[in-house]
């Protein structure tokens, strides 16, 4: 069964870093839209960044545009997001997930297959 597993995350003092890694089995990242999304307590699950792998056309929340970058590792089938300069208000579960041809990269709804996510915790 095809699946998407994250890792990567933990606990980090303001200002630190972290790097989440989205790992596929029995599917392929390659020419695919894969995104990065993150739901904290009580709030609604948003888009962070995503990656079209095909081109490497990438996009990002304004709230972590300058910080955040996303990337993919071919070889390893691998897509990474880098977090730096972290802060408080980045604390959330943290999902990968494989978009369906068509919908808009930030739309939660146009993913078809999701990780079970790790946990970020940034503290002041």
């Known amino acids: 069964q095809a699946q998407l597993v994250e890792s990567g995350g933990g606990s980090v003092q303001a200002g630190g870093s972290l790097r989440l890694s989205c790992v596929a089995s029995?599917?392929?990242?390659?020419?695919?839209?894969v995104a990065w999304f993150r739901q904290s307590l009580g709030k609604e699950r948003e888009a962070v960044a995503s990656?079209?792998?095909?081109?490497?056309?990438?996009y990002y929340a304004d709230s972590v545009k300058g910080r955040f970058t996303i990337s993919h590792d071919i070889a390893k089938n691998t897509v990474i997001l880098q977090m730096n300069s972290l802060k408080p208000e980045d604390t959330a579960m943290y999902y990968c997930?494989?978009?369906?041809?068509?919908?808009?990269?930030?739309?939660?709804?146009?993913?078809?297959?999701w990780g079970q996510g790790t946990q970020v915790t940034v503290s002041s």
């Open positions: 029995r599917y392929s990242l390659s020419s695919r839209g």
């Open positions: 990656i079209w792998t095909g081109s490497g056309a990438t």
């Open positions: 997930a494989v978009r369906a041809p068509g919908g808009r990269w930030y739309e939660p709804s146009a993913y078809q297959m």
